[in-house]
């Protein structure tokens, strides 16, 4: 069955520095692989998508995320976090049930 | 704006109380689907639907019903709420089910059965 592990519950990073998030996927096929972002009290927010192709991609916010084939990853980095960047991030990938099967979420706390 | 529209944001009901929590999307998109968020648990899909009349249960369907009659709206109904349906709900949509446009996700309901 499709599976992905956020290893990660919580991340603390100090303002400006850089970010890496990690993802680890189970996947019979070429995956799709997705990363959301959730503000406080806010729903889901699509940040970037990999389908095939380039293994680097590049989302909003200055996010990028780096498909390895040979690893099952699919790591979210940023090279410079902002204080608004604090949320909770979720890795997916298509799922059972025609939906998409979600990791447990990281928690990016932001240090001043 | 293109958005998926949840209400109410809050909700606290007793036990046993029949309510239903709506959802509405203007983006004409045909797949629909429910998902609960628990803490520790990440997202679980409750119930989606390919299109309209065309509804099916995901991985955690007990306790909930749907029904999609007009391809905007995608109710969430739980006829007898009990304690353990305390969660934050999300409805999302995308253009077609294969996720490949990724889901656009309303901004949630948080329920509380006591």
């Known amino acids: 069955a499709q599976s992905v592990t956020q290893p990660d519950i919580h991340i603390t990073v100090s303002e400006g520095a850089s970010l890496e998030l990690r993802c680890n996927y189970s996947?019979?096929?070429?995956?799709?692989l997705f990363w959301y972002v959730q503000s406080p009290g806010q729903g889901l927010q699509l940040l970037l998508k990999?389908?095939?192709?380039?293994?680097l991609v590049q989302g909003i916010k200055g996010f990028e995320a780096e498909f390895k084939r040979s690893q099952s990853s699919f790591n979210l980095r940023k090279p410079s976090v902002h204080w608004s960047d604090a949320a909770e991030y979720f890795c997916a990938v298509p799922g059972g049930a025609d939906g998409l099967t979600f990791g447990k979420g990281t928690h990016l706390i932001i240090q001043p | 704006e293109a958005q998926v529209t949840q209400n109410p944001r809050y909700l606290i009901t007793v036990t046993g109380k029949k309510l239903t929590v709506t959802c509405s999307q203007n983006m004409n998109h045909e797949y629909m689907s429910w998902y609960r968020q628990d803490p520790g648990l990440g997202l679980r899909q409750i119930y989606y639907?390919?299109?309209?009349?065309?509804?099916d249960k995901g991985d955690v369907p007990e306790g909930y019903k749907v029904s999609r009659k007009e391809k905007r709206n995608f109710p969430l109904i739980l006829e007898s709420p009990s304690p353990n349906q305390t969660s934050l709900y999300f409805c999302?949509?995308?253009?077609?089910?294969?996720?490949?446009?990724?889901?656009?996700f309303g901004s949630g309901t948080r329920l509380t059965v006591v």
């Open positions: 999302a949509s995308s253009l077609r089910g294969d996720a490949y446009y990724g889901y656009t």
């Open positions: 996947y019979g096929a070429t995956p799709y």
């Open positions: 639907s390919m299109n309209v009349e065309v509804t």
């Open positions: 990999y389908f095939s192709g380039d293994t």
